[in-house]
């Protein structure tokens, strides 16, 4: 081993290195700080350079200085030098660097392991498909450049052949490890404070803007299949979060005491339930986005006070959960006064307009359902306007939209219902969501996406509970009814493929997203529930991980055996006359008279006359044929003759009676 | 036989072959992983965790999959040696202190091209080569001689990383090699024309009456014979050039034993023997070697110096 140590690096494999540092650190730049990307950039020109010039590689002093500037300022950077962001950007510098000091082969070694570290590291910001081929084509390259460290120069084709052959053999270890591996859902410990940022969703508050943001992205949110029939799509309430206190500006959660959040909320279902699954993108919040309103929940989940399904731990990956919905439902018919009490509060002195609106309605009405009827007749009669860019609203926010602006969106007309409620006296409070979804007929998956972010209002009732009531549907009927995309005017900015009208490239796009949706699913998605799920189905009866590490280990050994005789099993490419040939010496062998390798079958038959004049003749003759097989005009028949001189020999018992 | 070689030879095939060609198979074949090895282990494991703790799922995959590779790697290191067939060749002998050769014929009946295969002897230098596929090749196994006599370099270490470089397979092929080494020839006069070859002459100044020609110097002539005055004509371009005497016996040396020094060892003798019998026959005289134990009559020519030489080689020796 010490021999590698020493072992030069050709200047021909140095291409080879190059283009792994290029491959496994390039991407990233799209997650570097610029100043990051530009000396990567300039190292790896620099490098490129010094291939190309066959010039001195830099000093041990200057590297030295490079790599404690990257690293302070990488610290500096990201204010850790732990974490996942700061983790991947000093990665990155030691791939820039390493080949700095590429001198042996040894050297060549480690920025090869570095570069399969690396792509692990891509799949903390991707694990699409793209991403994963991409990334098989980027570790056929690390592979073929260990071939090419260890095979020398050799056509690239054939490495990358060679290659491509070892991954393939690697494949089924793959598939079984993955399958058998026994799963453990993470994480180990506890996780960096950047782990899970870049994660989209609802937010905990409603911001003015916060809602709109949401809209314009195109991503999924999650996906539903029912296990029967869906329900209507006006029904389609996703509850999120509930706001019960106003700022003025923003609408927030109550921070619950722990008895009230004790509280098991009661529900009277009236219509029909509904089974379905969802498949939850992380979003790292509790809140599981159940339909309104859920009466049986999966384990690990509760139901808050306000009716929405909480996860215990935020979720922070892809899952998947299974609920029981009833769409037609009574709840909290006896609410506690404090939260209704709560559910009026209002911060004083803002508004004044829009309070003396709500308290002319209370004068003039007899109950609560006709003050909602008044706020409700007003969105739909007078010039109310649905947009995604609504004008800025001052001090007195609902006094601007109401009366000047009258421009807005979900949250806007949801919050003014709130706040008009509750200063007329009602209890009310605001809740987010997703409202809709569109059915992709390819897989039967229901999709909900970013786009269809909703906010709505509840009003407590007494007789009823707390009774949804959407105002955005009072301005925009066709919101709720046909989504987004249809109650926006043209020219708004939404995702752009949230309005595709062509038919066949949303028949496209569906069929992209089912493909997906099946790699979430089933690669993805695939956690320890999946995991037990998928193995009871192949017949483990309670898997437990003792049993799946000795099936791991059977199936294992099983196809290195497989792969092993693939590739050691060497067909004989001896022609046939020379088999016939070596069969009738090997006879002879057993008899006593063995061939020497150099010895022609002419000379050895003399030999064999001379030493055992018993077999001479049959000798002379198999010496014969093959003879005139090999060198002369042989042809099948002589091969037979052959053949059968092998048969011909006296059994070797006989010799020794 | 004891019983560890016989255990050896037995599970491992460890020892002298007893049937050429030798043919590599699993029983002869071991195989470890190398430091990259270890190090790339390390790395999935750290890789592995890294996707636990951040549950990502095609993170396992690649993990897996590049455990996969290992492990295929591994056969096809293996595969990198197997069922290759090797036989000696003909070693030429060498002096000591030069470096020996030992030619290995190499048999590949694979479809594929066996790469990268290190040859050694022991902790000798070491050469590493490609055989083509269903090809043939030759591998000339360094060896750095040191002593002269018959010399067995014992077993071949035939080692490969290819194809990945994370395991180490390797072989101890045991071929019936061995190489001829001559003592390292010492550059002294030769001796005088022995007197009891032709009687008649006188000792002393026989060989040096008729003058015949010149010839390049070689290290051991007496520096009486220079040609001084050739030299002087042009000094420049001329190297120096000796005189050439022919006198009947003159050509006809008695290489004694005898006539070496007797306060040098043995050693040192015979590598003044060498050296006169290389001079000698570049001389194209007649010349005998007369050992302590062997005689070997006058003659002349390459096969003759090959003869004398050999003697040299194995004085001492029991023969064989």
Known sequence: ?657 | MRPLPWLLQRLFRIGRAEQLPIVLTQRRIFIIPTRAGLLFAVVLLVMLIGAINYNLSLGHALVFLLAGLGIVGMVHAFRNLVTLRLTPGRTEPVFAGEIARFPVHLENSRKQARRALDFRFGKQAGVSLNIPAEGLAIAAIPFATRVRGRLDPGHITLSTRYPLGLFHAWSYPHLPLFCLVYPRPLATPLPPPSPAAHTGHQRGDSGQEDFTGLRLRQPSDPTRHIAWKAVARDFSNRPLLIKQFAGGAAEELWLDWALTSADGNTETRLSILAGWVLAAEEMQALYGLRLPDREIDMAQGNAHRDACLEALALYGEAKD
């Open chain 1, 1 to 657: 081993m010490a021999k590698q140590k020493t072992e030069p690096l050709e200047h021909s494999a140095t291409p080879w290195l190059l283009a792994v540092a290029l491959a496994t650190a390039g991407p990233h730049v799209e997650h570097l700080p610029l100043w990051m990307s530009v000396l990567v950039g300039g190292l790896f020109m620099w490098r490129v350079w010094l291939w190309l010039a066959r010039g001195q590689l830099p000093r041990r002093v200057p590297l030295t200085l490079l790599v404690a500037g990257g690293v302070a300022g990488i610290g500096w950077q990201f204010h850790t030098l732990f974490g996942r962001d700061a983790g991947v950007a000093l990665l990155v510098l030691f791939m820039a660097l390493k080949p700095m000091e590429m001198h042996s082969r040894r050297d060549a070694l480690v920025v090869v392991m570095l570069g399969y570290f690396l792509l692990l590291t891509h799949y903390f910001y991707s694990q699409s498909i793209p991403t994963g081929l991409w990334l098989l084509a980027a570790t056929t390259l690390l592979t073929a450049t260990l071939i090419r460290l260890h095979g020398g120069a050799q056509p690239v084709a054939a490495i990358a052949r060679y290659a491509g052959l070892l991954l393939l053999q690697a494949l089924p270890f793959m598939l079984i490890l993955y399958l058998l591996f026994p799963r453990i859902s993470g994480p180990l410990w506890g996780l960096p404070q950047d782990a899970h940022s870049g994660l989209s969703g609802l937010s905990d508050k409603m911001a003015p803007g916060s809602l709109s943001n949401l809209i314009q992205s195109g991503a999924i949110a999650f996906r539903v299949r029912f296990a029967s029939d869906l329900p209507e799509k006006s029904e389609l309430y996703w509850r999120g979060p509930t706001f019960d206190e106003y700022d003025g500006l923003t609408w927030r959660a109550r921070e619950l005491s722990a008895t009230a959040a004790q509280t098991k909320p009661s529900i009277e279902v009236t219509g029909k339930n509904y089974t379905y699954t969802s498949t939850l993108e992380a979003h790292n919040q509790r809140w599981l986005l159940a339909l309104d309103v859920p009466t049986d929940l999966p384990t690990d989940s509760e139901l808050a006070p306000t009716l929405e399904a909480l996860a215990r731990e935020p979720v922070r990956a892809r899952a998947r959960f299974t609920f029981t919905s009833a769409v037609d439902f009574r709840a909290n018919r006896l609410e506690s006064p404090a939260v209704l009490q709560h559910a009026l509060r209002l911060p004083a002195a803002i508004n004044p307009r829009t309070r003396a609106l709500a308290i002319e309605w209370k004068s003039k009405s007899r109950s609560p359902e006709e003050i909602k009827d008044a706020a409700l007749s007003m969105f739909r009669n007078e010039a109310f306007f649905y947009t995604l860019r609504p004008p800025l609203l001052g001090q007195h926010a609902m006094d601007d939209f109401l009366f000047t602006s009258r421009r807005g969106f979900c949250e806007h007309y949801a919050s003014a219902f709130v706040f008009l409620m509750r200063a007329a006296g009602v209890p009310a409070r605001v809740v987010t969501g997703y409202q809709g979804g569109e059915l992709n007929p390819v897989d039967g998956f229901l999709t909900v996406r970013q786009s269809d972010a909703h906010a709505w209002a509840e009003i407590w009732l007494a007789g009823q509970g707390w009774t949804r009531v959407d105002p955005t549907a009072a301005v925009a009927p066709s919101r709720v009814e046909q989504g987004i995309a249809a109650a926006l005017p043209t020219g708004e900015p939404l995702a752009m493929l949230s309005r595709i009208d062509i038919d066949w490239l949303r028949a496209m796009r569906n069929r992209w997203e089912a493909v997906n949706n099946g790699w979430n699913q089933w690669v993805l998605g695939y956690n320890p529930e999946r995991q037990r799920e998928v193995l009871s189905r192949l017949g483990f009866k309670e898997p437990d991980w003792r049993s799946m590490t000795a099936t791991l280990a059977v199936l294992c050994g099983i196809t290195l055996l497989v792969i092993s005789l693939w590739t050691l099993y060497q067909r004989n490419t001896a022609d046939p006359a020379q088999r016939a040939w070596q069969r009738y010496c090997t006879g002879l062998r057993r008899r006593g008279v063995t061939r020497a390798a150099w010895e022609g079958p002419l000379d050895f038959a003399a030999r064999v006359a001379h030493e055992r004049p018993d077999l001479a003749t049959l000798t002379n003759e198999a010496a014969q044929y093959y003879a005139d097989l090999r060198y002369g005009h042989g042809g099948s028949e002589h091969l037979r003759l052959l053949q059968q001189c092998a048969r011909r020999l006296p059994s070797s018992w006989r010799k020794e009676v």
